[in-house]
């Protein structure tokens, strides 16, 4: 009897002869190689049941990631269909269409690269190989019921074991990835957040953005119970507390005039005797001298500078090298920067809305208006007079010393100490001689003033009548600023005039802008009952008198006792 055993039968033969020519096509010698070989070792039964695209399984029995979309490929090599294939555990085999950069879209912002991933449209599920992380410096820890991927000690992203298999948490869909792709390793993350998913980043969020340090001290106190891991910058608390970048302190110019500070303050709500509402400023950046000058309109702040330039670089015999401001509109015109450039003055501007990098006029104009509230507030003077009070206010600052220099500024200016024996309480009461042209032999010598600043022209005093509204200048002065307290008895004035029905022509003004009146005391206290003839002719005052402006205005006295 003739036969053959099953294993030598020429049917069983050629099926295995075929089966052997299928698995071996990558490589016509029968070796398959390591490229076209992909082993998976997992659950066919999971892999082959309907799943969302975007769930991963952490797989360490994958030697290679693979992807059933190629949305998030940032680079991808085609593969024509049947030429490399994945391969199963039950030794069915899957088409890769595709290998390249994978982007993984974490929550939070995170982002993970998946090198080399194959783009294989017929798998279930989409794996990530465990062999492929750890290449390339990932750890991957399983245990109760967890899996967590870190990279150098720090937690990447973790996932949750569901039916034997460990699906990475909260995986995005994201058609359109606009990020850098590291090289160095497979981990691209946004700016806003570098750890996200850390559990010190997350109690950084639970308690609403606090500092790293109060985190820590949380820790040390035993209050919370976690290791402590660096999670880099929160760009959500940039946005929430992010304060402005520190101003260095500037480098000091070495000579007067190398440096000028100006700016203009206003407008006053209510404006001085002149009609001026602005006041503008020029600081010697050396010697931290000043110059002030009031003005009506800021258009007419250039004309101020011109005055100033003038004087100062006669005066001192320099020229001024740069002028500082902020970038208000009169001194970005085009006239103030014509003029600069004729002169060869370089013109520095702050940058917009940052007035810090011009803080020494800023400070100084505090400075000014601080001391003239002060000063008003002691005399009881109307509002009005903040300009005389602010002319004396810079002719004190300049006779004292301050934080920015060793000496007073005066000294630097001038090269000389100056002498304050001559101060006295700004809104005293005093007493000035009546010259004797004005009085007769019964009448007294002085009359009550209230003391209002330091003349700019002339070696004296300021004062204000307040019998008769008129400002005057005396050197002949006795001040009761020892004797009288504040808010002390005075004559007080109550001006029945409004301020409308005081006209005044303000043309002619010092350099100060300095408003000056008249120099003439007329005390006639003995009423004259006889009638005087007037004449009908039109009178003109003597041309020595234009240097002085005299206002009457109607008044009623009132005592205080």
Avoid at 139 to 156: E, W
Avoid at 236 to 265: N, V, Y
Wanted: glycine share 8%; with cysteine.
């Amino acid at each position: 009897m003739y036969g053959h055993f099953r294993a030598d039968s020429r049917k069983k033969k050629k099926f295995n002869d075929k089966k052997k020519q299928d698995n071996n096509q990558d490589d016509p010698k029968g070796n398959p190689s390591g490229e076209g070989m992909h082993h998976i070792f997992v659950c066919t039964e999971s892999l082959f049941t309907t799943t969302f695209l975007n769930s991963w399984v952490v797989d360490s029995g994958s030697t290679s990631h693979i992807a059933r979309d190629n949305k998030s490929f940032t680079s991808m090599q085609t593969i024509p269909r049947g030429n490399r294939y994945v391969y199963l555990g039950t030794n069915a085999k899957a088409d890769i269409l595709g290998i390249g950069n994978y982007i993984l879209k974490l929550p939070g912002g995170g982002k993970l690269l998946l090198k080399d991933t194959l783009y294989s449209p017929s798998m279930r599920r989409n794996l990530i190989s465990v062999s492929q992380l750890e290449s390339i410096g990932y750890d991957i820890l399983f245990g109760k019921g967890r899996v967590k991927i870190l990279l150098n000690g720090k937690l990447v992203h973790t996932g949750v074991r569901n039916d034997g298999l460990y699906f990475l948490n909260d995986i995005l869909e994201d058609d359109t990835i606009d990020c850098l792709v590291g090289e160095d390793n497979s981990i691209v993350r946004n700016s806003n957040d570098t750890n996200t998913c850390s559990e010190s980043y997350l109690w950084h969020l639970r308690l609403g953005h606090i500092s790293k340090n109060r985190i820590k001290r949380l820790i040390n106190s035993g209050i919370l119970n976690f290791k402590w891991e660096d999670f880099g910058t929160c760009e959500a608390c940039i946005m929430g507390k992010m304060t402005r970048a520190p101003f260095l302190k500037a480098e000091r110019s070495t000579e007067p005039l190398a440096i000028i500070h100006s700016d203009i303050c206003g407008e006053m709500s209510i404006p001085t005797k002149g009609q001026k509402v602005y006041f503008i400023t020029f600081i010697d950046d050396y010697s931290r001298y000043g110059y002030v000058y009031l003005l009506k309109h800021k258009s007419e702040g250039f004309d101020a500078f011109k005055i100033f330039k003038t004087e100062v670089e006669n005066q001192l015999n320099k020229t001024i090298k740069v002028l500082r401001t902020d970038r208000g509109g009169e001194y970005t015109s085009g006239i103030l920067n014509n003029f600069c450039k004729e002169h060869g003055i370089i013109h520095h501007c702050t940058m917009p809305y940052t007035p810090q990098q011009n803080g020494v006029v800023e400070r100084r104009n505090r400075t000014l208006m601080d001391m003239v509230r002060s000063m008003m507030a002691y005399s009881d003077l109307p509002l009005s007079f903040w300009g005389e009070a602010l002319h004396t206010a810079v002719y004190l600052l300049n006779h004292s010393p301050s934080k920015a220099v060793t000496v007073t500024p005066y000294e630097l200016w001038t090269g000389r100490k100056p002498s304050l024996r001559h101060l006295a309480v700004w809104g005293c009461n005093a007493q000035i001689r009546v010259p004797n042209p004005y009085r007769t032999k019964l009448q007294f010598k002085s009359t009550p003033e209230i003391f209002i600043g330091y003349s700019s022209i002339s070696k004296g005093y300021r004062f204000y009548d307040p019998e008769n509204d008129k400002l005057v200048e005396s050197r002949d002065a006795v001040f009761l600023d020892q004797h009288t307290s504040r808010r002390a008895k005075r004559a007080r004035v109550e001006l029945l005039a409004t301020p409308n029905e005081l006209q005044m022509d303000t043309s002619g003004i010092n350099s100060h802008n300095e408003e000056v009146f008249t120099l003439e005391i007329n005390r006639d206290h003995t009423p004259n009952t006889n009638t005087v003839r007037r004449s009908g002719r039109n009178t003109h005052a003597p041309s020595y008198l234009d240097d002085y402006y005299v206002f009457l205005g109607k008044c009623t006295l009132k005592f205080q006792i």
